[in-house]
């Protein structure tokens, strides 16, 4: 059972470079969310999805485009990464009402 | 301000401890409560939810929820330090689907 699966695992990326994380679930979920989590922060949601082709900004959505052009996957650009993008990136997904979010095991980035 | 801030701690406490987690929020529109574990270099796991008002239980766990204070908390009985990590409390609205974390609180339990 994959449940949520996040790809890569791990990058280094050059200030101004781009790049796109991919979540993938198999559980047939509506929802889905990006968050990062930083130290003392909490997971804070940058962009989430209620569905096939919908999009919306989280808390922190500035300097990340997302895309969920496929039910089961949503992913994460960074157009131009900046060190404070350094982060562990987490993917989770639920279903419609009250479900339980299943997160991805996350992509540690570090911008330098 | 966020809308859900959660002390983030540490807490440290001996074996045997009753631990209490606590996080406030100020959108009245949330309607799931729940609770996260995380361990160390893992994804968080749903731990306790609990729908509007009340408390619900689970063996050493307890939930509660206080609407009107916009108040929410989690009680450890006879802590274990299996219980040592991170706890992430978490909101929802019944329709728009944006689920919100707080800052997490680092428990640390003692032999």
């Known amino acids: 059972n994959a449940g949520v699966t996040q790809t890569p695992k791990f990058r280094v990326l050059k200030t101004g470079q781009s790049m796109t994380l991919l979540c993938a679930q198999d559980?047939?979920?509506?929802?889905m969310y990006w968050y990062r989590q930083d130290p003392g922060m909490g997971l804070r949601l940058i962009h989430y999805?209620?569905?096939?082709?919908?999009?919306a900004k989280g808390e922190v959505p500035d300097g990340y485009n997302v895309s969920r052009l496929k039910k089961q996957n949503f992913l994460l650009g960074l157009e131009s990464a900046a060190p404070s993008q350094t982060s562990v990136y987490f993917c989770?997904?639920?279903?419609?009402?009250?479900?339980?979010?299943?997160f991805g095991q996350g992509t540690r980035l570090t911008v330098v | 301000q966020k809308e859900v801030e959660q002390d983030p701690g540490p807490l440290s406490v001996p074996e045997g401890a009753i631990v209490s987690l606590n996080c406030t929020y100020s959108?009245?529109?949330?309607?799931?409560f729940m609770w996260y574990r995380q361990y160390s270099r893992k994804g968080p796991e749903l731990l306790m939810y609990?729908?509007?008002?009340g408390n619900k239980e689970d063996g050493r766990f307890t939930a509660q929820v206080d609407k009107s204070s916009k108040y929410i908390s989690l009680f450890i009985r006879d802590s274990q330090p299996s219980d040592s990590a991170t706890y992430l409390c978490?909101?929802?609205?019944?329709?728009?689907?944006?689920?919100?974390f707080g800052q997490g609180t680092t428990l640390q339990v003692k032999p």
């Open positions: 989770a997904s639920s279903d419609r009402g009250w479900t339980e979010a299943f």
């Open positions: 559980m047939n979920h509506e929802y």
């Open positions: 999805s209620v569905g096939e082709g919908t999009t």
């Open positions: 959108n009245s529109a949330f309607q799931y």
């Open positions: 609990t729908y509007s008002s």
């Open positions: 978490a909101m929802r609205t019944s329709n728009t689907g944006k689920l919100i």
